[in-house]
Each structure stands twice: as structure tokens, then as C-alpha cells.
């Protein structure tokens, strides 16, 4: 066997045994939460036709997605994004639907991510996107969603950023800048290249206000009063109708009572050029990226043939699982699995105990022995975090082990079986 072939390729992992059970608890408990919202659920393919994710659509670059063909020559990638897809169905399969809709979803995305970034090609999410509300009032349910599902997750110390795509295109507006300009200007501004920045407004005629608040953009986050005073030195309409939505947020979080948990970032870009309102990241101890991103975007949904405004957020599963760990907070499944122990003889009284145990919803492994002694049972339930074992011997005789001291005793089927 070549030992190659055991190992994953880059990017890629496995996740078994104790680190997969917690993961899907969390996601139960995460899943539960967006359904108490009212969100349904709905699943999307795993790869896709590549206009549905191309550049036009603002999401990621065509570099970073794993392109492939079909037999036919169509180029299909693997969906590096949820969103794109979930608008499909939308203009799909509720085209005339005016009342707000709904969705919720788990699955993995899958990103070609540079190999120095050090970051997983495979990663898995879980979401939702509520589509057919324009309100700021689906803005703070969709932040009221996102500050719960944390604290579910068992997280206290977390902050969700909020900050508004409108905000930088307004500015940029008023700047004059152009396409080419904008764009440059956010990659400087990502990447906290403030000497580009610096020199890329020097060739620019500004008034002296507003390039003061084009430089100070990264560092425009904290409370929403400490950063209304960049009010007085703007003009463009887009940029202060952005400030005047964040006022009504706020507002509305306060309403919910969270609002300890928001904070505001002006500067704040996003990598998808879809957002045309509120985007927000939620971060915390253990991880340096975001465990949850989201944001409106108003203009998607259309693209695919139906004028519906969208808000979504995602739970970045594999971050979170990260900080939880770091921070000692994972949750812990409980020991439930019962492992009956028989040998050859006793089969039929095995099988007949474990369907009337599975019968009332208990979980049972079986076990045909090859004449082990108890302790190899103890430390094997110790490895699995088995709830107990059950010795089979003759003339109906239980010996069942107890998995919180290893002791053993001696007990009756009907006992078993109340």
C-alpha cells in the first residue's frame, strides 16, 4: 500500500471520532436556533455551472474556484460561496412569491486558496438568508440571529463589527474615483497599506474634510456616537443615508438587548462585491478571522431574473469549532453508547436485548468477543466514551460495567429492561 495514499490532500481534512461528534452538536444546537427564526431548510448542489459564481456577480476571483468540465464542455465549479446558489433557487422556484421567504443551510464551500495562507479549501457552513425584506428590521433580526447562535454555541466574549457597503461607496463617489481607482484603493485600504493611500488621494483634488475621512477609514470603528461626527464632512447622499440605517440598527439591537455585543467598523469591505448595505463579521478569543460573516445584498437576487432584497449571514463552522476549543468551550456529547459483549453461543440473546434497547431510542453497539479480558472492555469504552458495557454469560447472567468507575455487577435481563 502506498502510504500516500493515506494522507489528504492540502487544504483538506479528516474529522473523526471525538472532534466530529462535537461539530455536529454544534451545528444541532446552531441549526436549532435558525429554525426557532423560522428559517426551512434547503439544500443546494455541490457544484455548479460557473456563471452562477462568476465575477459579475461579485463574488470570489475565478483563481481561487476549482474549475472542471462536464461531458458536454460546460465549465462547472465547486461552489465556493452559498449565496449565489440560494439566489438561483430563489428567482427559480418563488418568481412570484412577494411575502418574505426563508432559507436555511449547512454544507461545505470549497475555495483554492493559496497554500501560504494556510487556510482549509474545504470548509463548512452554516447559515441563512432571508429574501424579500428590505427593512432595517430584517437587518437586526439577521444580527439578533447571529449574536444567539454564538451564545448557543457557548461563546460570552464576542463582538459583532458592523459596518455598511454604502458608507466607502459614497465616499468614493464624492472622491470621483472610477472603477479602477475604487478598486485599487480597497485592496490598500485591506491590506492597511496607509502610505498607498496616502499617495494614491494626493493626485486627487479633495476637500480637505473628506480626505481626512477617506485616510482615517480603518481606524473608524468603536461605538456608532464616537463616529457620527464624520457626518459633518461628507456630502454624498449614499454615504449619509448608510450612517443614518446604522442609527436605526443600533436602535432596533437595543430594542432586542444586545447591543453590547455590536460594534461599528466604517471601513469595513468585503471581499464580495454583491454587499449593497449592512455587512457584519463576528469575532472572538482563539481565532484572528471572523467565525461569522453576513451582510444585504440587495442586488443578487436579481441577477437571476427577480428583484428581491436579501439579507444573509453564514456560520463559518471550522472557525468557530477553532475558538471554541482555544477557549476550552466546546461542547461535550454526552456518554450514551452501551456496548453489549456476547460470544457465539449467546448471539440470539444479544441481538434480541439490543433491538428492544434500540427499540426505546437507546444507542447499542455489538460486540462478538474472541475471549478478551474485562479490562481490554474498560480501556475500549474509555476510547470510545461509552456510557457502560454489558457482559453476556450463560443462564441469562448480565455483568454490566459501570463507565464512571469501571466496577462491575451482576444483573437480570428483566432488571435491564425495567
Request: aromatic content about 10%; proline content about 3%; glycine content about 8%.
Amino acid at each position: 500500500m502506498n502510504e500516500r495514499l493515506l494522507h489528504t490532500p492540502e487544504g483538506v481534512r479528516d474529522i473523526y471520532n471525538a472532534e466530529c461528534e462535537k461539530k455536529m452538536l454544534l451545528e444541532h444546537r446552531l441549526h436549532h436556533r435558525l429554525h426557532l427564526y423560522g428559517f426551512q431548510d434547503i439544500q443546494t448542489p455541490a457544484f455548479e455551472f460557473f456563471d452562477i459564481f462568476n465575477e459579475e456577480r461579485g463574488t470570489v476571483s475565478a483563481k481561487e474556484m476549482y474549475r472542471f468540465f462536464d461531458r458536454e464542455g460546460n465549465t462547472l465549479v465547486l461552489r465556493p460561496d452559498m449565496t449565489p446558489s440560494i439566489a438561483r433557487c430563489m428567482a427559480k422556484y418563488y418568481r412570484d412569491e412577494t411575502m418574505p421567504v426563508r432559507f436555511c443551510y449547512a454544507g461545505s464551500t470549497f475555495i483554492n486558496n493559496s497554500s501560504y495562507q494556510g487556510k482549509l479549501k474545504e470548509a463548512t457552513q452554516l447559515g441563512a438568508e432571508l429574501i424579500n425584506d428590505a427593512s432595517v428590521e430584517a437587518d437586526a433580526e439577521m444580527l439578533a440571529l447571529t449574536v444567539e447562535c454564538l451564545l448557543d454555541a457557548g461563546l460570552t466574549k464576542f463582538q459583532v463589527e458592523v459596518g455598511h457597503a454604502d458608507f466607502f461607496r459614497g465616499l468614493m463617489e464624492e472622491a470621483g474615483f472610477n472603477a479602477v481607482e475604487e478598486e485599487e484603493l480597497r485592496v490598500l485600504i485591506e491590506n492597511k497599506n496607509m502610505f498607498g493611500v496616502e499617495e494614491l488621494i494626493s493626485g486627487k483634488k479633495l476637500p480637505e474634510a473628506l480626505k481626512d475621512v477617506v485616510l482615517k477609514l480603518p481606524e473608524l470603528f468603536g461605538t456608532l456616537d464616537g463616529l457620527l461626527g464624520v457626518r459633518d464632512k461628507i456630502q454624498n447622499p449614499k454615504a449619509l443615508a448608510a450612517l443614518e440605517r446604522l442609527e436605526q440598527l443600533y436602535s432596533l439591537m437595543m430594542d432586542y438587548g444586545l447591543e453590547k455585543y455590536i460594534t461599528f467598523d466604517l471601513g469595513m469591505l468585503s471581499k464580495y462585491n454583491y454587499y449593497t448595505g449592512i455587512i457584519f463579521r463576528a469575532y472572538t478569543l482563539g481565532t484572528g478571522d471572523a467565525v461569522v460573516t453576513g451582510g444585504r445584498y440587495d442586488s443578487l437576487v436579481g441577477q437571476f431574473g427577480k428583484d428581491a432584497p436579501a439579507i444573509g449571514m453564514a456560520v463559518l463552522v471550522d472557525q468557530l469549532m477553532s475558538a471554541l476549543s482555544r477557549q476550552k468551550l466546546l461542547p461535550e456529547p454526552e456518554a450514551e453508547n452501551t456496548l453489549i459483549v456476547y460470544q457465539k453461543e449467546l448471539r440470539a440473546m444479544a441481538i434480541s436485548l439490543a433491538k428492544q434497547f434500540r427499540g426505546q431510542g437507546k444507542k447499542v453497539e455489538l460486540y462478538l468477543s474472541e475471549g478478551q479480558e474485562k479490562a481490554e472492555y474498560i480501556a475500549y469504552a474509555e476510547r470510545k466514551k461509552l456510557g457502560g458495557v454489558l457482559y453476556l454469560q450463560e443462564a441469562g447472567v448480565i455483568e454490566q460495567m459501570n463507565a464512571a468507575d469501571g466496577s462491575w455487577q451482576s444483573v437480570s435481563m428483566e432488571q435491564l429492561l425495567g
